[in-house]
Nanobody, 124 residues
Framework: QVQLVESGGGLVQAGGSLRLSCVAS????????MGWFRRAPGEEREFVAS????????NYADSVKGRFAISRDNAKNTVYLQMNSLKPEDTAIYYC?????????????????WGQGTQVTVSS
């Protein structure tokens, strides 16, 4: 069983930045793609970004392209989400997820393990 623990959320003003971290309990995630998803109040959970096992391929939702950056450090079993130029509509609970394999993507069914989430609130 892999446990994922997110951190780095908080309250920030519009235009500000936050860096989310997700630490995995098992080294096996080094061979797996990782992703970030979010759920805004009253909305369905949606894809934010994903990264392949070797960081060679990254994908982003159109709403965050150019503002967010996903990265990973396999030696630390950690994946990051750097969020810049934050907007009030970015307010959500952000979830880290480990994929079933090495291929990354936006389909939630590709992901087997999920963290508990970290709250990000952007004030206007």
């Amino acid at each position: 069983q892999v446990q994922l623990v997110e951190s780095g959320g908080g309250l920030v003003q519009a235009g500000g930045s936050l860096r989310l971290s997700c630490v995995a309990s098992a080294r096996t995630t080094s061979n797996n793609a990782m992703g970030w998803f979010r759920r805004a109040p009253g909305e369905e959970r949606e894809f934010v970004a994903s990264i392949s096992w070797n960081s060679g391929i990254t994908n982003y939702a159109d709403s965050v392209k150019g503002r967010f950056a996903i990265s990973r450090d396999n030696a630390k079993n950690t994946v990051y989400l750097q969020m810049n130029s934050l907007k009030p509509e970015d307010t959500a609970i952000y979830y880290c997820a480990a994929a079933r394999g090495a291929v990354s993507g936006s389909d939630q069914s590709m992901y087997r393990y999920w963290g508990q989430g970290t709250q990000v609130t952007v004030s206007s």
